[in-house]
């Protein structure tokens, strides 16, 4: 009781030094709160009567707009208003204060707020600019300064108030969560002790066991691990996640396997190789966490080089520059492609999940090739291992059927999948005649993930109404033929920092080199927008946002420029073929309507190295993210990381997965062409301070945020999988032992349901939660028990 007394006293003062502290701030915010709050009320009284002061200053309407003023004048704390034109006070309500003179007021380009006595009122003027500076036509309103006075003491009192409140509360609190962990502490270590040392079978009480052996090294390791990462855990970086899996995941052999390839080897018209890495989301996301794991990447050989560069196993070490994992190639026919990947991957599932009024095809013949081709990555898989439980990393619906052919030859087997692009609603995904199949397939993973929790619940609800499985919604896991799959968000990003930022140019110079090569004059403004020619990506909205934009605001022509960088792809297919003449078309006639000494729309359709990326992330004044329908989207991270200038503009799209997480980009419907333009206009004219703010706290979010952390996530989730898996295995190789010399059972279940929360950092058989928000912290200090 004395220690309990005592924490509360502690918790007690230390709070009280706390609210002293932060008093003085405190009391500041309250002013500036009251004193924001009056400036608010008043903006939003002079929005109401624009319009109507405006169509009011002809002299005939004197009358009337002298009777609008006496209505607003009437309205809580306001004072008097009034209408100053070139210095002079042309009309005012009744209220107007004796001595008010519009010379006085300070005049600025918007909105002036200013304090001032008038016999005895203290008042705040608020002058609102209806013309140009050169007219001076300024719309005034008088606010009564003692109201905002009396809120800041009521606020003041309040917040004193809640802060002694806060105080007693705390120590009470403290004193209550102290009593109770102390005694659930040393209840749980004691035993944690004796079950480690003695084993719980009565019979076998003092003898050492195997199960103890392992708790007692399960504990060791966990202990090393949280101190090892709570030394780096507030920056993910391939370091930290080296040490992660070092601690966590010690000798394990991590297996990716995805259809794009990380590095494409070509043979150019000269026959010389040339290495070449795609401009792909997946890639740009797992190829620094390969890199960092040094593991193998299996993917489909798809370049004209890939045979050559080989060796007799279809192996390769990458990246040329600095090998540090190894690639292994599968080999396709063409038939194959055209029926697995061109077929039902990308006229099937890639419309069916995008919802991108794309009408998908599925032909029975392109299923056979899909599971085909599904078995042929999955025996590779276990043709690599190296041994039999694996930790492997299946990416995107290309290989949907893959986990649970990867789970019937290696059960053992860790099986992380990750869904990158969004997961329709159950009614949507019906129309997929083998969604059976599919789900089986996904469902032979360990850990299923998904770019949102939008996306997870989509697939859990599709599961229910699918197929016959055990779900358990606190846990989000499902049970299918024995094995138990946990679907999890992980957020997918970006390395920081980005390689493709070494050796970059100044942004001034980056500025004028690209200007330089597309032709334009130094100070046009220049938008971009750099994507694979994909109809989800929205590249013909966004050209009907630059032909609005134009349209309202033609002084921008011959002063704007946007540029599309768009990467052919899967051109085989009829409606990324028709996407690309329709977007040529659509640049010319804009361009062509518009006029102006050059294209206001340059389409550049080929591929672009990251380098140059950055370089025109760099150059540019704003980026467009106009997808119809995306995961999550990268490209709009990468333009946030490479603005180490902190200026530029965001535009991104509502539908995009990245919207959830950069909301001080400018977001946009990109299916409103008029809005779009408007939110153009919005971010040409935005003030570099603001662009400063918006831009500083989403490098931030994607620096903290970045693709360490997202592989982390998913690695430790993995982890704590296995040491579960591990323990569960041990405790019923002791039951069985237990059975053989008819040992009793009773304390065994009480046994499992405490010595796995406390070995191995899980909580009724589900994934720790921390790591799914990425609470380092968090998760080891549960993790140690």
Same mark, same amino acid.
């Given at each position: 009781?004395?220690?309990?007394?005592?924490?509360?006293?502690?918790?007690?003062?230390?709070?009280?030094?706390?609210?002293?502290?932060?008093?003085?701030?405190?009391?500041?915010?309250?002013?500036? #709160?009251?004193?924001?709050?009056?400036?608010?009320?008043?903006?939003?009284?002079?929005?109401?009567?624009?319009?109507?002061?405006?169509?009011?200053?002809?002299?005939?309407?004197?009358?009337?707009?002298?009777?609008?003023?006496?209505?607003?004048?009437?309205?809580?704390?306001?004072?008097?208003?009034?209408?100053?034109?070139?210095?002079?006070?042309?009309?005012? %309500?009744?209220?107007?204060?004796?001595?008010?003179?519009?010379?006085?007021?300070?005049?600025?380009?918007?909105?002036?707020?200013?304090?001032?006595?008038?016999?005895?009122?203290?008042?705040?003027?608020?002058?609102?600019?209806?013309?140009?500076? /050169?007219?001076?036509?300024?719309?005034?309103?008088?606010?009564?300064?003692?109201?905002?006075?009396?809120?800041?003491?009521?606020?003041?009192?309040?917040?004193?108030?809640?802060?002694?409140?806060?105080?007693?509360?705390?120590?009470?609190?403290? %004193?209550?969560?102290?009593?109770?962990?102390?005694?659930?502490?040393?209840?749980?270590?004691?035993?944690?002790?004796?079950?480690?040392?003695?084993?719980?079978?009565?019979?076998?009480?003092?003898?050492?066991?195997?199960?103890?052996?392992?708790?007692?090294?399960?504990?060791?390791?966990?202990?090393?691990?949280?101190?090892?990462?709570?030394?780096?855990?507030?920056?993910?970086?391939?370091?930290?996640?080296?040490? /992660?899996?070092?601690?966590?995941?010690?000798?394990?052999?991590?297996?990716?396997?995805?259809?794009?390839?990380?590095?494409?080897?070509?043979?150019?018209?000269?026959?010389?190789?040339?290495?070449?890495?795609?401009?792909?989301?997946?890639?740009?996301?797992?190829?620094?966490?390969?890199?960092?794991?040094?593991?193998? #990447?299996?993917?489909?050989?798809?370049?004209?080089?890939?045979?050559?560069?080989?060796?007799?196993?279809?192996?390769?070490?990458?990246?040329?520059?600095?090998?540090?994992?190894?690639?292994?190639?599968?080999?396709?026919?063409?038939?194959?492609?055209?029926?697995?990947?061109?077929?039902?991957?990308?006229?099937? !599932?890639?419309?069916?999940?995008?919802?991108?009024?794309?009408?998908?095809?599925?032909?029975?013949?392109? #299923?056979?090739?899909?599971?085909?081709?599904?078995?042929?990555?999955?025996?590779?898989?276990?043709?690599?291992?190296?041994?039999?439980?694996?930790?492997?990393?299946?990416?995107?619906?290309? !290989?949907?059927? /893959?986990?649970?052919?990867?789970?019937?030859?290696?059960?053992?087997?860790?099986?992380?999948?990750?869904?990158?692009?969004?997961?329709?609603?159950?009614?949507?995904?019906?129309?997929?005649?083998?969604?059976?199949?599919?789900?089986?397939?996904?469902?032979?993973?360990?850990?299923?993930?998904?770019?949102?929790?939008?996306?997870?619940?989509?697939?859990?609800?599709?599961?229910?109404?699918?197929?016959?499985?055990?779900?358990?919604?606190?846990?989000?896991?499902?049970?299918?033929?024995?094995?138990?799959?946990?679907?999890?968000?992980?957020?997918?990003?970006?390395?920081?920092?980005? /390689?493709?930022?070494?050796?970059?140019?100044?942004?001034?110079?980056?500025?004028?080199?690209?200007?330089?090569?597309?032709?334009?004059?130094?100070?046009?403004?220049?938008?971009?927008?750099?994507?694979?020619?994909?109809?989800?990506?929205?590249?013909?909205?966004?050209?009907?946002?630059?032909?609005?934009?134009?349209?309202?605001?033609?002084?921008?022509?011959?002063?704007?420029?946007?540029?599309?960088?768009?990467?052919?792809?899967? %051109?085989?297919?009829?409606?990324?073929?028709?996407?690309?003449?329709?977007?040529?078309?659509?640049?010319?006639?804009?361009?062509?309507?518009?006029?102006?000494?050059?294209?206001?729309?340059?389409?550049?359709?080929?591929?672009?190295?990251?380098?140059?990326?950055?370089?025109?992330?760099?150059?540019?004044?704003?980026?467009?993210?106009?997808?119809?329908?995306?995961?999550?989207?990268?490209?709009?991270?990468?333009?946030?990381?490479?603005?180490?200038?902190?200026?530029?503009?965001?535009?991104?799209?509502?539908?995009?997965?990245?919207?959830?997480?950069?909301?001080?980009?400018?977001?946009?419907?990109?299916?409103?062409?008029?809005?779009?333009?408007?939110?153009?206009? #919005?971010? !040409?004219?935005?003030?570099?301070?603001?662009?400063?703010?918006?831009?500083?706290?989403?490098?931030?979010?994607?620096?903290?945020?970045?693709?360490?952390?997202?592989?982390?996530?998913?690695?430790?989730?993995?982890?704590?999988?296995?040491?579960?898996?591990?323990?569960?295995?041990?405790?019923?190789?002791?039951?069985?032992?237990?059975?053989?010399?008819?040992?009793?059972?009773?304390?065994?279940?009480?046994?499992?349901?405490?010595?796995?929360?406390?070995?191995?950092?899980?909580?009724?058989?589900?994934?720790?939660?921390?790591?799914?928000?990425?609470?380092?912290?968090?998760?080891?200090?549960?993790?140690?028990?």
């Amino acid at each position: 009781m004395r220690v309990t007394i005592r924490y509360g006293v502690i918790a007690l003062a230390i709070t009280l030094v706390v609210v002293l502290a932060i008093w003085p701030f405190a009391t500041a915010f309250v002013s500036q #709160w009251a004193q924001r709050d009056v400036e608010m009320r008043s903006q939003m009284l002079f929005n109401a009567a624009r319009d109507q002061v405006l169509s009011l200053r002809a002299p005939e309407d004197g009358e009337r707009l002298a009777a609008l003023m006496e209505r607003l004048a009437g309205d809580e704390d306001v004072l008097a208003v009034g209408l100053c034109e070139g210095g002079d006070l042309r009309l005012a %309500s009744s209220g107007m204060p004796e001595g008010f003179s519009c010379e006085q007021i300070a005049v600025g380009a918007g909105e002036v707020f200013t304090r001032a006595d008038y016999a005895g009122i203290r008042a705040m003027v608020a002058a609102y600019p209806l013309s140009a500076p /050169a007219e001076d036509v300024r719309f005034v309103i008088l606010h009564d300064y003692a109201d905002v006075e009396e809120r800041r003491s009521q606020a003041r009192i309040f917040l004193l108030l809640a802060a002694i409140g806060v105080a007693f509360g705390g120590a009470a609190l403290a %004193s209550l969560v102290a009593f109770w962990i102390m005694r659930s502490w040393t209840i749980s270590v004691r035993r944690a002790i004796e079950d480690a040392r003695e084993g719980r079978a009565e019979d076998i009480k003092h003898t050492p066991t195997e199960i103890g052996t392992e708790i007692r090294a399960a504990l060791s390791e966990l202990d090393f691990a949280r101190r090892s990462i709570d030394t780096v855990h507030t920056e993910w970086n391939p370091e930290t996640l080296r040490i /992660a899996l070092a601690n966590e995941l010690p000798g394990s052999e991590v297996i990716v396997v995805s259809n794009r390839e990380p590095y494409i080897h070509n043979l150019d018209e000269n026959g010389e190789m040339k290495v070449q890495r795609p401009a792909s989301g997946l890639v740009s996301a797992l190829e620094p966490v390969t890199r960092a794991c040094g593991g193998t #990447w299996i993917a489909h050989g798809s370049g004209t080089g890939d045979r050559e560069a080989v060796d007799s196993h279809d192996r390769v070490m990458v990246p040329p520059s600095n090998p540090s994992y190894t690639l292994r190639r599968i080999w396709l026919t063409d038939e194959e492609q055209e029926g697995y990947y061109y077929g039902f991957a990308n006229e099937g !599932l890639w419309p069916l999940c995008h919802i991108a009024f794309v009408r998908p095809v599925f032909r029975e013949a392109d #299923w056979r090739m899909y599971r085909e081709v599904n078995e042929r990555f999955a025996e590779a898989v276990v043709a690599e291992a190296k041994r039999p439980d694996p930790i492997v990393l299946i990416q995107d619906y290309h !290989l949907a059927l /893959a986990p649970r052919m990867i789970r019937d030859r290696l059960p053992d087997a860790t099986i992380i999948t990750f869904w990158h692009i969004p997961w329709p609603n159950s009614e949507t995904f019906g129309i997929c005649p083998y969604k059976e199949e599919i789900i089986d397939g996904l469902l032979g993973s360990s850990i299923l993930g998904f770019h949102t929790q939008f996306h997870c619940n989509n697939f859990i609800e599709t599961v229910d109404r699918v197929i016959e499985s055990r779900i358990d919604r606190e846990s989000d896991s499902i049970t299918l033929k024995g094995y138990e799959a946990f679907v999890r968000p992980y957020p997918i990003s970006i390395e920081w920092p980005p /390689a493709a930022m070494e050796g970059q140019k100044p942004v001034p110079e980056a500025r004028k080199a690209v200007r330089k090569r597309l032709g334009l004059p130094e100070d046009v403004q220049l938008a971009v927008g750099i994507e694979r020619f994909d109809y989800t990506k929205g590249i013909l909205d966004r050209m009907h946002g630059v032909d609005a934009l134009l349209t309202a605001h033609p002084e921008l022509i011959g002063r704007f420029c946007f540029m599309q960088a768009a990467a052919p792809t899967r %051109s085989k297919l009829a409606n990324y073929k028709s996407l690309q003449e329709e977007a040529e078309a659509l640049a010319r006639e804009i361009s062509e309507r518009h006029g102006g000494p050059f294209d206001a729309i340059q389409l550049v359709a080929r591929h672009h190295d990251p380098e140059e990326v950055f370089e025109l992330f760099r150059a540019a004044e704003l980026c467009i993210v106009s997808s119809l329908h995306d995961g999550m989207n990268l490209v709009a991270k990468e333009f946030v990381a490479a603005r180490d200038d902190e200026q530029g503009v965001l535009i991104l799209s509502a539908f995009a997965g990245a919207s959830r997480e950069l909301g001080e980009a400018l977001i946009v419907n990109p299916y409103d062409a008029h809005a779009m333009g408007e939110a153009f206009y #919005w971010a !040409l004219t935005m003030e570099a301070s603001e662009q400063r703010e918006r831009m500083r706290v989403m490098r931030e979010q994607v620096e903290a945020r970045n693709v360490y952390r997202w592989a982390g996530q998913m690695l430790l989730d993995a982890a704590r999988l296995r040491k579960k898996q591990r323990i569960m295995r041990l405790i019923e190789k002791e039951r069985g032992r237990a059975q053989d010399a008819h040992q009793p059972q009773a304390s065994l279940p009480q046994f499992r349901s405490e010595r796995i929360e406390a070995g191995a950092g899980w909580a009724d058989g589900r994934v720790g939660d921390d790591c799914a928000t990425g609470d380092m912290g968090n998760i080891m200090d549960r993790q140690h028990g």
